[in-house]
């Protein structure tokens, strides 16, 4: 009878051991669920247009840049 209590004993102990290497997923979207809870969701369509209006706005800026660096250089 010890030796199975010892046995079952041994089995739990390295059910409970079993320690496998973690690549933070875990610990990332249990995070990302924290944080997306917190949201303000009506201010988020809001921001999303100021961003892709911004963007917009400095790849206009980016390409006129280049374009006239381009003119300037062939002259």
């Known amino acids: 009878m010890d030796e199975i209590l010892t046995t079952k004993e041994k089995t739990m102990s390295e059910i409970k051991h079993n320690h496998q290497a973690q690549d933070g997923t875990g610990n990332m979207l249990l995070t ?44």
């Open 32 to 75: 990302a669920s924290i944080l997306f809870a917190n949201i303000d969701y009506s201010g988020l369509a809001d921001y999303a247009i100021k961003a892709f209006v911004g963007g917009a706005i400095w790849m206009a800026f980016k390409v006129g840049g280049e374009y006239l660096s381009n003119r300037i250089k062939k002259k």
